[in-house]
T-cell receptor, first 114, second 116 residues
Framework: DQQVKQNSPSLSVQEGRISILNCDYT??????FLWYKKYPAEGPTFLIS???IKDKNEDGRFTVFLNKSAKHLSLHIVPSQPGDSAVYFC?????????????WGAGTKLIIKP | EAQVTQNPRYLITVTGKKLTVTCSQN?????MSWYRQDPGLGLRQIYY???????DKGDVPEGYKVSRKEKRNFPLILESPSPNQTSLYFC???????????????FGPGTRLTVL
């Protein structure tokens, strides 16, 4: 059973508008929640993280919101730009067998239309 | 330039022919990891290493081996590849994770493997 779910395989947004990517998780014991971005033919690159003790973290155009009661994570991109077109993965960090590991969602492909 | 390199980038092979995918990082990171990415499944961890000579299984280790003889290198070995190992593979490195912080993982560009 997938512990991290990104239910939208793709999302299309007009340039300049807000992009909202969503992620749901099942285990309340995770301590960090992350977003990575991936362009074709490249490895994922880290975008933004949030600790389980916070509910919001901002970095420029990117804001991550954490709703622990709903076990829901979202990434807001405002305003969306053509260079934001990529696959976005959410991931959660937890402890398994005494080591910190990541569990990844399947990814959402974001397309920014000019 | 700080980076993680993987070789080869593309590989087509046949069932049963042993292969090695190399991974090297120049950031002196303790932690290194191998992932595979399959459609609809995201990234799944194969093996990871907390430091030299310390390796452990991830979620999908069957059919793979790793070694960590030096801090910078973490090769992935497929002793007898099978078609179900056709996938996109990523190597990653980071500082050791802890409870009080998240240390971002740096990824290589990926190796696309096809096993016929």
């Amino acid at each position: 059973d997938q512990q991290v779910k990104q239910n939208s395989p793709s999302l299309s947004v007009q340039e300049g508008r807000i992009s909202i990517l969503n992620c749901d998780y099942t285990n309340s014991m995770f301590d960090y929640f992350l977003w990575y971005k991936k362009y074709p033919a490249e490895g994922p690159t880290f975008l933004i993280s949030i600790s389980s003790i916070k509910d919001k973290n901002e970095d420029g155009r990117f804001t991550v919101f954490l709703n622990k009661s709903a076990k829901h994570l979202s990434l807001h991109i405002v305003p969306s730009q053509p260079g934001d077109s990529a696959v976005y993965f959410c991931a959660v960090q937890g402890v398994w067998d005494s080591n910190y590991q990541l569990i990844w969602g399947a990814g959402t492909k974001l397309i920014i239309k000019p | 330039e700080a980076q993680v390199t993987q070789n080869p980038r593309y590989l087509i092979t046949v069932t049963g022919k042993k292969l090695t995918v190399t991974c090297s990082q120049n950031m002196n990171h303790e932690y290194m990891s191998w992932y595979r990415q399959d459609p609809g499944l995201g990234l799944r961890q194969i093996y990871y290493s907390m430091n030299v000579e310390v390796t452990d299984k991830g979620d999908v280790p069957e059919g793979y081996k790793v070694s960590r003889k030096e801090k910078r290198n973490f090769p992935l070995i497929l002793e007898s590849p099978s078609p179900n190992q056709t996938s996109l593979y990523f190597c990653a490195s980071s500082w050791t994770q802890g409870a009080l912080s998240y240390n971002e993982q740096f990824f290589g560009p990926g190796t696309r493997l096809t096993v016929l």
